[in-house]
């Protein structure tokens, strides 16, 4: 090892669970830490902003021999740790705990991190990460990332009540088996709080959603899968977008209202009119959003092969009915 990479480590000093990064990025966030060192163990605390220059701080692992493992992988390693591209100085702390700080997962907040583990990118699409976690509330915003810690996403709801509950509910839990790809064995799912509170969402795509801005442009490669304009992930052609979709109901178990249509169909953006009315024999509904994209996604969601069936199954124990098919309906941008 060289002089230079001796000088990055403590490696003669006692052992700490608690370990001193220096050299860190200008406004060094929590999450930030956590992603770096949380591929060694558990972070339980984090302390950020220290030192003169405020480019130093301390992360604390759950037990010793975590933190242990981080610094002799990177006494070993050729390469400094990084963050943000600028290397990382790590080394055992004087200190043993750090106190009169909270952990990250300890400070409520409305934006939850999210890592998936078990996956990789495109295995869980933001479809279904959607899916999942607006059982709790409207989620405003997603974002999702491949970091050293895994698959991750960033998901803002209305407040820290909101995403408490979902955290509550989902962290440790795994996403039911029905909604992953067949060669995926496992997808366990550890959520944290995030420093942020309002997610910056520029456009609309496969990896980021902003579903309170129905007029925020799509990036051209906003869904993967779509090979040519107008051509579905089958190759077939798509109908005409709209923001208004057809939805043709049978083998009601129960009696279908406006108010149940539109609990299933907002969790996807805001519902602006929804009309309902009999024909050939069975109910159908009209149902309006402002733009294009919260029907395309909803429309995308069922067309993908294997998916009809979670949607059915999710509407059938949400709603009490089924769905047979969803389809693009050519009308005004408005309807009467």
């Not at 300890?106 to 078990?118: Q, W």
């Not at 029905?178 to 910056?200: E, F, K, M």
């Not at 609990?263 to 109910?283: D, H, R, Y």
Request: hydrophobic content about 40%; proline content about 5%; charged content about 15%.
């Amino acid at each position: 090892m060289s002089a230079a990479g001796q000088a990055q480590f403590r490696y003669a000093q006692t052992p700490s669970k608690v370990i001193h990064l220096r050299n860190l990025p200008w406004e060094c966030h929590e999450d930030e830490l956590v992603e770096l060192c949380s591929p060694f163990g558990k972070v339980v605390n984090t302390k950020c902003d220290v030192g003169a220059n405020k480019n130093q701080a301390f992360v604390e692992f759950a037990e010793q021999s975590q933190a242990i493992a981080m610094v002799s992988y990177y006494v070993s390693s050729p390469e400094p740790a990084h963050i943000r591209g600028k290397a990382v100085y790590i080394q055992y702390s004087n200190r043993q705990e750090i106190v009169h700080n909270k952990s990250p997962g300890d400070v409520p907040g409305n934006v939850l991190l999210v890592t998936i583990e078990g996956v990789e990118a495109g295995d869980v699409s933001i479809e279904v990460i959607h899916l999942v976690f607006s059982t709790f509330g409207f989620v405003h915003k997603i974002a999702t990332f491949e970091k050293a810690a895994g698959f991750q996403a960033l998901i803002q709801f209305t407040d820290s009540e909101t995403a408490s509950t979902a955290k509550t509910q989902l962290d440790g839990r795994s996403i039911p088996r029905y909604l992953l790809p067949q060669h995926v064995t496992s997808c366990n799912l550890r959520i944290s709080y995030s420093a942020h509170t309002d997610l910056n969402i520029k456009f609309q795509s496969h990896r980021s959603r902003d579903y309170t801005n129905p007029y925020l442009p799509v990036n051209p490669t906003a869904f993967e899968g779509s090979q040519q304009p107008g051509l579905g992930t089958d190759g077939r052609k798509l109908e005409p977008e709209s923001n208004v979709l057809l939805a043709s109901m049978e083998n009601m178990q129960y009696a279908v209202t406006v108010d149940t249509l539109h609990m299933v169909f907002s969790s996807l953006g805001p519902v602006q009119k929804i009309a309902m009315f009999e024909k050939n024999g069975g109910t159908q509904a009209l149902i309006q959003y402002p733009g294009n994209l919260h029907a395309f996604e909803l429309y995308f969601l069922i067309k993908i092969p294997n998916k009809a069936q979670i949607f059915t199954t999710w509407l059938n124990l949400g709603a009490n009915f089924y769905l047979a098919q969803l389809t693009y309906k050519s009308l005004p941008l408005n309807l009467q």
